[in-house]
């Protein structure tokens, strides 16, 4: 069983910070590609970030410059830092990571979603 865990979020003010977390745990053999989206309410689930095994990154314009993805693979954590918030930022935030198992199985797993608040 593969589980990913996040941690961080909440509620910031306009122009704050906040620093998210996502661990992988379980029966992992390899961690391909990692990332975070984003579903705000009445909208549909989209691309915040990624960053693949080899260290690229891919970002959605929205968020280009004001934030950071970045891995440790000796953790199997992923993290995304966020600065210069804006009202516009605010979801619920969920890492992915497509994770090889050590049955040897390949799929998409998702973490349990965390809120990010930003007031103005």
Same mark, same amino acid.
């Given at each position: 069983q593969v589980l990913l865990v996040q941690s961080g979020g909440g509620l910031v003010q306009a122009g704050g910070s906040l620093r998210l977390s996502c661990a992988a745990s379980g029966s992992i053999f390899s961690i391909n590609r990692m990332g975070w989206y /984003?579903?705000?309410?009445?909208? $549909? /689930?989209?691309?915040v970030a990624s960053i693949t095994s080899g260290?690229? !990154?891919?970002? %959605? @314009? #929205? +968020?280009k410059v004001r934030f950071t993805i970045s /891995? @440790? #693979? %000796?953790k199997n954590t992923v993290y995304l830092q966020m600065n210069s918030l804006k009202p516009e930022d605010i979801a619920v935030y969920y890492c992915n990571a497509r994770i090889t198992n050590g049955s040897g199985y390949t799929g998409d797993?998702?973490?349990?979603g965390t $809120? +990010? !608040? +930003?007031s103005s």
């Open positions: /984003r579903q705000a309410p009445g909208k $549909q /689930r989209e691309l260290g690229s !990154t891919n970002y %959605a @314009d #929205s +968020v /891995r @440790d #693979s %000796a797993y998702w973490g349990q $809120q +990010v !608040t +930003v």
